[in-house]
């Protein structure tokens, strides 16, 4: 279930889900910009049904960061 | 979003500019309108201006705003930052202030678009304000001289105003589109916070497809004629099986949903939507039900064209546009069976072909969901085109029992009065040039906007016909715009609407441009016949009037005998 993270992540970014691991970031992915990263909020949420709060949401570096989030959030 | 970088503009013809003026982050929006475009055929072009900087947009005449030159332009404003810091202390103001501070927030508003009109000729379509649920005076909210709700409402009633006496300016209601997917889905803190987002990133395209109300009859894109199944669709069961008695038509809970869904029809035809029957059945058992069933709303008089036969139902939806004279890109088709829509869409996929589900209760919504039948005004043609349709039903009757054609138009008493264009008719006449396609010359599409500075113009001619005959009034049904020189005169535009083709009075109005012409000392009219997929029935029409054709140009001298029709009676006012 939390691997479709990477699915979700490739999806917004429009970038093959390949290219996508734990380490991908603003840094690393073009596309990966303010607004996007909240569409990608959004997809998570509406994915997983759960919320983040905005504490969670501003933490995020990685994908990491992502899924450690979710698995507070009792996806797993 | 990724879709929209997907799209090959390149295959559209038309062609709109769109620009979105927002004080708050609508990014999405842009991407969405430009997905459900293409999606119409429209190639979609938009400037959309830096965050919350509308202001400098409108009010600086060299604005990128304006160097872009948009058909449309939509002005999104939020409540917060527009009343600013006041937003939270409306209510420890005295009375005197709220007043003045409202009057003050109106001549902002009145300003822009007054800006906006000086610079540009186009729309302005400007959102309303939400009115939050929650109010600081709690219960005592409506006890207030001026409560915090009331404030917000004598804005948006003031903005409504302003609308009125800008006829360039439409309100988009914003608030109502707040409380149909509610505030609480609508509004998110976080994403407030996080980025001045204040439509929840999931709503942005249910927002795209409400401002597409205003984008598809700009484009020419709105439908003129609904097509209806009648089995399961304006009423529950099989005729031909059930029975007149034992069909589902009033009383019974999915009864009552066909009849729901039958007034909601009967009002779209009361506004001038054009319904017409294509059902597989036996004739007679089916108008039985239409004529007679007791709880029938729509009745025989409300179809312009009714199709009942076994017949493959493509066929028969090719000959009710063919005899009611639209084209199939005007046309919506409902059926409940699955197999019917494939066939249509299949066969002419510009019909917007709605597949009914099995729950009756959702027709009415589906049906109102539809933002397709939209207009920019509404003209008192269009209230009545649903007695001309059925007068037209009478005439066609009246010329199956003549043979001849000359006896049959001499029949009809025909009377054109010829109208110089005036401030009433411009709307009737900017609404001609949008949405004629077959006989018309040149298909220029003409905003009211145009068509007002053009009969400013003391050098351009801008008229209209009106014409009746014995069967009743078509009303305002052709236009003509006249480019005036001294030696030649050169026809802009020439349109008949597709109601009253064939009945000479092209020939009637053409010949009166030509007195006018030959009055004023002009020696030649000039023509252009511009080609289009849809004008092919104004093809011979220059020529077989007499004019010749030099290079691209068609010329009529006026030295030659300007020949009246002799069947028909024109007037001019």
Known sequence: MIDDVYQIVAKVFAIPESEVNDQSSPENIESWDSFNGLVLVDELENHFKIKFTISEITDVKNVADIKRHLKNHDVS | ?573
């Open chain 2, 1 to 573: 979003m990724t879709e929209a970088k997907k799209i090959d503009d390149l295959k559209f013809d038309k062609k709109l500019k769109v620009a979105i003026l927002s004080s708050f982050t609508l990014n999405g929006l842009d991407e969405s309108l430009h997905v459900k475009c293409s999606k119409l055929g429209i190639k979609y072009h938009s400037h959309v201006s830096g965050y919350d900087q509308y202001n400098q947009e409108l009010l600086n005449s060299k604005s990128d705003l304006y160097e872009f030159s948009p058909d449309i332009t939509f002005l999104i404003l939020d409540i917060r930052k527009f009343f600013g810091e006041y937003f939270f202390k409306l209510h420890t103001i005295s009375d005197s202030e709220k007043e003045s501070f409202l009057k003050e927030k109106v001549d902002v508003i009145e300003n822009l678009i007054i800006n906006f009109e000086r610079n540009l000729n186009s729309k302005l379509v400007i959102t309303n304000f939400n009115i939050p649920y929650y109010s600081p005076n709690g219960i005592i909210e409506t006890k207030m001289e001026l409560g915090f709700h009331e404030i917000i409402e004598k804005m948006n009633r003031a903005i409504i105003k302003i609308s009125k006496t800008h006829s360039s300016v439409y309100v988009y209601d914003f608030n109502l589109f707040v409380s149909k997917y509610g505030e609480k889905n609508i509004f998110d803190y976080r994403q407030f916070h996080m980025g001045d987002i204040q439509i929840a990133l999931n709503f942005i395209p249910y927002f795209a497809n409400d401002l597409m109300s205003f984008i598809k009859p700009i484009s020419g894109k709105n439908k003129k004629c609904i097509v209806l199944d009648l089995d399961n669709t304006l009423w529950g069961g099989i005729v031909g099986e059930e029975g007149f008695d034992g069909i589902e038509l009033g009383h019974t809970p999915n009864g009552k949903a066909f009849v729901e869904f039958q007034k909601e029809l009967l009002s779209l035809w009361n506004q001038g939507i054009i319904l017409a029957i294509n059902s597989k059945n036996n004739f007679d058992d089916a108008m039985k039900v239409i004529e007679e069933h007791p709880d029938m709303i729509l009745r025989k008089k409300h179809f312009a064209n009714i199709q009942i036969n076994w017949n493959d139902k493509a066929e028969n939806l090719k000959k009710i546009a063919e005899e009611i004279n639209i084209g199939l890109d005007s046309i919506v088709f409902f059926d409940d069976d699955k197999v019917n829509c494939e066939r249509i869409k299949f066969e002419f996929s510009e019909v917007l072909t709605i597949e009914l589900t099995d729950e009756p209760s959702e027709f009415a919504s589906i049906l109102k969901d539809l933002n397709d039948f939209n207009v920019l005004q509404r003209t008192n043609e269009d209230r009545k085109r649903g007695e001309m349709y059925s007068e037209q039903r009478e005439r066609k009757k009246f010329e199956k029992t003549i043979s001849n054609l000359d006896d049959f138009l001499k029949g009809l008493e025909i009377n054109v009065k010829i109208k110089k264009s005036s401030n009433f008719l411009i709307p009737r006449i900017s609404q001609l040039t949008m949405k004629t396609n077959q006989f018309n010359l040149t298909t220029k599409r003409y905003q009211e906007e145009d068509i007002e500075n053009m009969t400013n113009n003391p050098s351009i001619s801008v008229g209209c016909a009106e014409v009746s005959d014995k069967f009743g009034n078509n009303g305002i049904t052709g236009v003509y715009i006249v480019k005036k020189d001294e030696k030649f005169w050169m026809i802009d535009t020439f349109l008949l609407s597709c109601r009253i083709m064939g009945r000479g009075v092209e020939n009637a109005i053409l010949s009166q441009i030509l007195l006018d012409a030959k009055k004023n000392n002009v020696e030649e009219i000039r023509a252009e016949f511009i080609p289009t997929q849809k004008n092919k029935p104004a093809e011979n029409f220059l020529s077989e009037f007499g004019f010749e054709k030099q290079n691209n140009i068609w010329i009529y001298k006026l030295n030659n005998e300007i020949k009246l029709p002799k069947h028909l009676k024109v007037e001019i006012e």
